[in-house]
Structure formats: C-alpha cells, structure tokens
C-alpha cells in the first residue's frame, strides 16, 4: 500500500485546459484566446529586440554563476523600483521603500502575501475585486490569509460598477487589506478613469486599508509606462504606504525567466531596512535566492538608456498592436451586421478582454468556429491577428445574433 | 560554492558551450515552461539520481518537479507532505533533522508549517565520526510514520557519511519503523566524483521498496548556482499514486512561483540528452571533485608531518566540501583573528577555499591553533 492513497487527482487547471482542447483541435482556422502571453501579428512569440541585445551584451561580459543575495540583483531591484515610482518620487529618493526580487509576479504576490501573513496583525482579510486574477485567492490562501471581495465588474454594462466598488470598500473594516490591479484588470480589461483613482484614494485612506497593487502590466496596458503607473505612483503621494507587486513577464516578454520584483514603501530608510531583513528571512526557506537570468536582462535593459529607449518603442509597439485589434474587432463586428454594443471591446484595455459572452455561447464558439477561451467570456486580445480578426468577428456574431 | 586552485569561481566548460548553443538557437524564446517545469530536464533529472536502469523508472512510479534549487525542492516536498502525509494537514508529525545539519532544513520545514521538529544523533564530536548507535537508537524511538531527512551523500556540514553498510542497517529500522525517507542530495558527483557513487544510498532504499523523496540541487554539480536548477523526485509505489501526487505538488508549484524559470533547465535538460555532452560533464565534475581531494589528502599529509597533537584521518575521510575540522571555538577565533582564515564557528571549513598556494599557510595556522589554544 502507498502513503499517497487517500491523494486526491487535482482539478485541472481551467486556463491550461483552454490549451490543451486547442491543440488537439485540427481545425485550420482555430483561435487560441486563452492564452496570457502576447503573439505578434502572425500569432507567434515575441522575444523583443531590446531583450536579443541585452542577451548578447550579458553573454559578451562573461559572468560567473555565483549565488545572487537572497533579495535579489540590487541592479535590478533599484531599476525596478524607479520605474514603478517614477525617478522623481520622494519615496524612491529617500529610500523608503525595499525591493525585493521575486519569481515574476506569482512569486512577488506570495512573498508580499506571506509577509502580512507573519507581520500585518492586524487582520487576515484580504480583499479582491470581483472578479480578480483567478490565481489571487489560491495564493492568498496558501500564505495563511482570509479572501473577501469588493464590487468591481457590472456584467450588464461590461464595464467598472464604480459606484458598487464604492460602497463596499466604504463598508471593507479598517485596517483590512485591499489588493488593486495597477493597470490592465485581469480579466476584465476594465480599469478605473483617473478621477475614479482618486476617489479610491481618499476612501482607503479614510477607512485605514492596506493597499496592495498588483502591477503585471506596466507599459503594455496603454503603451506609455508612466500613465500606467499613475495610480500606484498617486497613491503613494496622497500618503499611502502601499505594497507592490511587479511582474516582468508581459512588458520585457520575459515570461519563462520569471522576472519581478516585491516593494514595501516604508515610513523611513530605518524601517526598510527592518522589513528587507524579514523578507529574506521569509525567501530563504522558500528557495534560498532568486534566479539572475531574467533579472540580468530586465537590468540591463533599464539601466542602459540606448535599450530602455528601444524598449519603450517595442512595449508601446505590443500595446499598440492589441489597440489595434480591440479596434478591428469591433469594426468588424459591425461590418458582419451585429446590432449589440460592443464599445467595451475597445474601452476595455490590456491583454484580456470581457466580451460578456455567456457560457453557452462561448461553449458554440468552441465546438462550432474552434475558437477557444475560457467560459467567463474572457479573451485574450493577443491571440488576435488582422489575419483571424474578420473570422473571430464572424463567430462570434454568429453565436450572439 | 567551488573555487578552482587560483580561487576563482568556476563556470564549467560544458555550460559554457551549451550556453553558446541555446544562445545560437534562434528558435528558442522566453515562453512559460509547464507548471512542473522543462519534461526534459525533470526526466533527466531523476534518471541521474535514480539511474539509467532504475526499476523504478521501468515501472513509470517516478514523478519529478522542476523547482528553485534543492531548496524550492525541499521546500514543495515539505509542503505537499505537511498537507498529504500521515493524514491530511497534519502538522504534528515530527520532523527529525540530523544534529547538525543544513541550518535551512529547518526553516524548510517550519515555514512549510510543521511544529515538531526535532533532531537525531549524527556527529559524535569526541571520535570525529559518525554516531551511527545514535542515530539508530532515535529512529528505534521515533514516533511511527515520522520524517526524516537525510543527507544522499556528502553530509553539510560533517562531510560524514555513512557506509553502505551503515546505510543498509539506517533502511531497515526506518521500514521497519515506517518512517519516510526525505533525501537532500545537492551533491551528486561533486563528492566522490561518480554520479553512482554518491546516489547509492539513495538507490538502495528504492531498491529496498520504499516511497521517498529525494530533493536534488544541480548548483554545484553544475556550477549553476544563481540560474537555481533543482529536481524533486518522488518515488511510488505505482504510477497512479505518484500521478495525484504530482497532480496536487502541481497546485503547490502554482501559488509558490507559478512555474520555474528556464535557462538552468535548459542547461542541465541539453547537457544531460547528449552522450557527448554528458560524458563532457562529467568530466567536469571530476575535475572539481579530484581538486577537492586532492586538497583533502594535501593538507591531512601536512598536519601529520607537522607532528599536530590529535589525528588528522577525518580530513580524508570525510567527503564533499565541508569538512568539520575538530577545531573548537576558541581556536577557531584564533584562526580567524590571528591568521585570517575564515571558518564556521562550528569547526567547519570549506575545502573549496584550500589552494597550492594556501595550503601551507593553513596548515601551519591549524597547527599554531592546535597546540597554543585549549
């Protein structure tokens, strides 16, 4: 007899099954929207240009392999945290704040998870927007945290129910925990205006919250790094220590490197340091150090101005391309005859987008067109190429009509 | 980490090249491995450590993952058994930790959320060797089903290991006991220089029927300390077993670091699939081993021409790179105050730090604080 036999089979995860349907599917014509990583206009992988170059220069210094400090590539962590700060933050200028690097933006969230876990007593509640990356509860749960959620998405509008969020995080009980997407919700591609931002602002601040901002899509949201920074940039000016973490996956197309990076702003340079030594002390049981690769890379590329040049060209570039196929998608789907709203589409904005179509019609696109996405509705705007627009347009008007 | 005679670290000749050529491969990109990671380095991975003609292997009861180092591993096997081991999340089954060992083993653990950890006998200070009655008589006493960890070879930090023998007498009390075999092995090759040698121990209790974990780090045996390259292998009693096992290790992986990163993989997974490069490897890893020994039997031959009070066969005995000298606190601040050489409070020192150049020196230090200091 085994020690494994009361085991039970895992769930398989929903998003990877979206893939694995696909690839058994022989249809010419199919569609992967479930996919979280960008493909050019041909449906390919993307490795940037700036990423190629800053390859060949690591490779050219011929570095040794030794162990990195548990908190990671101070070259990095600084770079990372200049650019979701912005140089000119007094945060940043005074050094109060510590950085972290992680394993992309999963392993950023865990460590920041598992620190409030170990050092925030004052509550286990963690609230999430409805809905929210489906990865947050499990990773939340896993640190030893409760989840609670607040208004966020209004299905009937498939836009930002403001005045729902509102209401509930004006009830979320002070000192509670309240995770906000930075840019590019995922899933729904729905994103507060800035006026909305402020208001959120000064209602966190009022009700005492720690905010948590998940920030995975600097840069590929709107194609301009600093606008899509601005609410975690105005937050911390209106005083809010908050947390942050950033993932390097989409924007440096870094994905398998694992790339990212945990901040604390902190009262003062004193307490950083404090809070830097428990966030190793965390890192350490958990696999003792980062890995260099992606670090190096996104490093190089931040801090040597001829490729952080080239690379805001080329992260505005990705951007733009998904613009484009919002755009498309919806002129198309006029262009085939369908008499819905689908402004959402291109009000929506990042990777992901929440068509608001439901489970059965989505189930037709699958069996009927090959056209796969998770049940939710949600696409990724990255699958989309101006060769496979017309036909998703022509699927799904034939599926809502 | 490995130091080469000049004292400089060491990037291996075989990772250099095949850095060369996934760098020359134009059709690779940075795309997300699979949760559990590169299927060519994970089967490659536990074929090293189990062998090429494992029955295990043979009988698909093998399951690998991917992870951050041997830490990453250790930490997602520590995970999965605190949550699916000796009843569901049951935190109170002891966890034993050899005295002395890996200072992290139980940090591991801890944080994996286990509260009763605990040690067992290893060292036996006064005959510089292994306490193997000690270490016998705790796992005669432990509770059934706990957990032990032991060290696949080259033990950090006594550089002691036991024979085979010694290991065959450990694999019957614990099946006797049912007690779970958890290995660490970060070693493998780098300390006898035989990839078979340094994973018998691990083998023979496969071979004897046990289900065990082995968390493997290629760190050192690859020189791929900072791409963080590491393999936990599960060995079951059937595939369907390990098949959930893995099934659920996987749900770990997803809220711990989603999937792990792929250059070191890639590396390792390349390196271990070609004969050529294999045996290339292998070589490689000889070389730092042999170094090691050499250093090992050079400084022994010194201390007993010096005339040294004490016995000096422990330095040749003991394996891998540490080596727990038998120097007591006090001579070692001696050490490190009067002669600068820095070494672990505990006696610890690293071999890899030893050079032709030093050697001397540091025998001559040792001998000053051997007979000035009590």
Known sequence: SSWWSHVEMGPPDPILGVTEAYKRDTNSKKMNLGVGAYRDDNGKPYVLNCVRKAEAMIASKKMDKEYLPIGGLADFTRASAELALGENSEAFKSGRYVTVQGISGTGSLRIGANFLQRFFKASRDVYLPKPSWGNHTPIFRDAGMQLQAYRYYDPKTCSLDFSGAMEDISKIPEKSIILLHACAHNPTGVDPRQEQWKELAAIVKKRNLLVYFDMAYQGFASGDINRDAWAVRYFIEQGINIVLSQSFAKNMGLYGERAGAFTVICSDADEAKRVESQLKILIRPMYSNPPVNGARIASMILNTPDLRKEWLTEVKGMADRIISMRTQLVSNLKKEGSSHNWQHITDQIGMFCFTGLKPEQVERLIKEFSVYMTKDGRISVAGVTSGNVGYLAHAIHQVTK | ?374
């Open chain 2, 1 to 374: 980490a490995y130091r080469t005679d000049e004292g400089q670290p060491w990037v291996l000749p075989v990772v250099k090249k095949v850095e060369q050529m996934i760098a020359n491969d134009n059709s690779l990109n940075h795309e997300y491995l699979p949760i559990l990671g590169l299927p060519e380095f994970r089967a490659n991975a536990s074929r090293i450590a189990l062998g090429d003609d494992s029955p295990a292997i043979k009988e698909n009861r093998v399951g690998s993952v991917q992870s951050l180092g041997g830490t990453g591993a250790l930490r997602i096997g520590a995970e999965f058994l605190r949550r699916w081991y000796n009843g569901n999340n049951n935190t109170a089954t002891p966890v034993y930790v050899s005295a002395p060992s890996w200072e992290n083993h139980n940090s591991v653990f801890m944080d994996a959320g286990f509260k009763d950890i605990r040690t067992y006998h290893y060292w036996d200070a006064a005959k510089r060797g292994l306490d193997l009655q000690g270490l016998l008589n705790d796992m005669e006493h432990a509770p059934e089903f706990s957990i032990f960890i032991l060290h696949a070879c080259a033990h950090n930090p006594t550089g002691t290991d036991p024979t085979p023998e010694q290991w065959k007498q450990i694999a019957a009390v614990m099946k006797r006991r049912s007690l779970f075999p958890f290995f660490d092995s970060a070693y493998q090759g780098f300390a006898s220089g035989s990839l078979e040698k340094d994973a018998w121990a691990v083998r023979y209790f496969v071979s004897e029927g046990f289900e065990l974990f082995c968390a493997q780090s290629f760190s050192k045996n690859f020189g791929l300390y900072n791409e963080r390259v590491g393999n936990l292998t599960v060995v079951g009693k059937d595939a369907d077993n390990v098949q959930r096992v893995l099934s659920q290790m996987e749900k770990i992986v997803r809220t711990t670091w989603s999937n792990p990163p792929s250059q070191g993989a890639r590396i390792v997974a390349t390196t271990l699939s070609s004969p050529q490069l294999f045996d290339e490897w292998k070589g490689n890893v000889k070389t730092m081993a042999d170094r090691v020994l050499l250093m090992r039997s050079e400084l022994r031959s010194r201390l007993e021409a010096l005339g040294t009070p004490g016995t000096w066969n422990h330095i040749t005995e003991q394996i891998g790179m540490f080596s727990f000298t038998g120097l007591n606190p006090k001579q070692v601040e001696y050490m490190i105050k009067e002669k600068h050489i820095y070494l672990m409070a505990s006696g610890r020192i690293n071999m890899c730090g030893l050079t032709t150049k030093n050697l001397d020196y540091v025998a001559k230090s040792i001998h000053e604080a051997v007979t000035k200091i009590q």
